[in-house]
Every structure is written in structure tokens, then in C-alpha cells.
T-cell receptor, first 115, second 115 residues
């Protein structure tokens, strides 16, 4: 069975600095999708970035980028030039590529941004 | 194009009552997923439905919980005889088709509090 692990329950970063959130997963499949979702206090689940496993190039969305290491089954999120609005829970998710295509989520990392 | 609509946003029930959570997927989406988020935890898959069909209910408790997605109208997650342990945020997500490249769009969730 697939699992997603986020080993950092909480992280802090100074405004304008860079922070990296870690995520590891376990799967026997070769093709899959990985996602990072942001959940602010409003509870809304906001898609931050996604990575296709068959693509070697790391995905980038403005200040957000990933370091995807397929062999190590690692999928970390880097936030550059952190802003106060980045404070939220961040969830890593894996999407299975057969059957129901459901997401499997990690337990989340709470990011605090210090002014 | 309106997003995934969930209502109510907050729901308070006494032990033993029934809770009905509604989800209207995005226009054109025919696949609905329900997830549960306990406090300080990630989202856990409950059930996956297509119009008039339950495809995967492997994450849903066998007793007291049921879900439907009728041909017309919203998807409904029903919890009978609620207990305090049912207190959580319940999220609905939809996608246009069952494909790994179709991202899930989440609603803002319903927070259920059982007193």
C-alpha cells in the first residue's frame, strides 16, 4: 500500500527567507502524481504545485519549487522569499494511478512565517 | 465557474442525531470524493462516487456512514447516530473524469461538531 510521510510537524521561517518542507512516499508503481496542497486557517485546500513522476524536471510555480528524487522517493517543497501569507498547513499528497485515482495525504507540516 | 460547494460550513449535532453533509461538484464534474480530517491530521479518504454509483467505499466506516451521488442534485454524506469521535472536518472533492491527470478540486469543507 502507498504511504506518504511528512516528518516535520512544524517549521518556522523568517519573512523573505527560504524554507524546505520534506515529504517521502512509498510505492511500487512507476507512474504517479505528487502534489503539495496549502491549507490556511480558512480550511480551504489550495493546490500549490504538482509533479508528474515520469518527468525528470522539477516543477516550479513562481516562488514554489520541488525537489523530486524518484529513486529516493522524496518530494520536498521549497518556498523562496517567504511571505506572511504563506503561513499555513502544507500537505503532501500522492495520487494512485489505477482504480479510483484517489489521493493519499501526509499528516501535514505547519509553517509559521516570522515577521 | 463556481467551485466545489459544500454546505453547511459548520454543523453542530448532539450525540445520537443524524448529520447530512452536502456537496455540489464543479460544473461538468461527475466524480466525487469525500475525505475526513481529524484535528491536526491529514485528510483520510472515505468514499469515491460517480453519478448513481459508489465506486470505492473502503475508507468509510461500515456502520452509521453512507454516501450517495444521485443523478440529479448534490452528493450527500450521511452520518447516523453521531458520536463525539465523528467530530471532524469533512471535505468533498470533484474531478471531471477518472484520470490521473485530472486534479481534484476541493470544497471548503464542513466542520461537524458533536456535543
Amino acid at each position: 500500500a502507498q504511504t506518504v510521510t511528512q516528518s516535520q510537524p512544524e517549521m518556522s521561517v523568517q519573512e523573505a527567507e527560504t524554507v524546505t518542507l520534506s515529504c517521502t512516499y512509498d510505492t511500487s508503481e512507476s507512474d504517479y502524481y505528487l502534489f503539495w496542497y496549502k491549507q490556511p486557517p480558512s480550511r480551504q485546500m489550495i493546490l500549490v504545485i504538482r509533479q508528474e513522476a515520469y518527468k525528470q524536471q522539477n516543477a516550479t510555480e513562481n516562488r514554489f519549487s520541488v525537489n523530486f528524487q524518484k529513486a529516493a522517493k522524496s518530494f520536498s517543497l521549497k518556498i523562496s522569499d517567504s511571505q506572511l501569507g504563506d503561513a499555513a498547513m502544507y500537505f503532501c499528497a500522492y495520487r494512485i494511478t489505477s482504480g479510483t485515482y484517489k489521493y493519499i495525504f501526509g499528516t501535514g507540516t505547519r509553517l509559521k512565517v516570522l515577521a | 465557474n463556481a467551485g466545489v460547494m459544500q454546505n453547511p460550513r459548520h454543523l453542530v449535532r448532539r450525540r445520537g442525531q443524524e448529520a447530512r453533509l452536502r456537496c455540489s461538484p464543479m460544473k461538468g464534474h461527475s466524480h466525487v470524493y469525500w475525505y475526513r480530517q481529524l484535528p491536526e491530521e491529514g485528510l483520510k479518504f472515505m468514499v469515491y462516487l460517480q453519478k448513481e454509483n459508489i465506486i470505492d467505499e473502503s475508507g468509510m466506516p461500515k456502520e452509521r456512514f453512507s454516501a450517495e451521488f444521485p443523478k440529479e442534485g448534490p452528493s450527500i454524506l450521511r452520518i447516523q447516530q453521531v458520536v463525539r469521535g465523528d467530530s471532524a472536518a469533512y471535505f468533498c472533492a470533484s474531478s471531471p473524469q477518472q484520470a490521473k491527470r485530472s486534479p481534484l478540486h476541493f470544497g471548503n469543507g464542513t466542520r461537524l461538531t458533536v456535543t
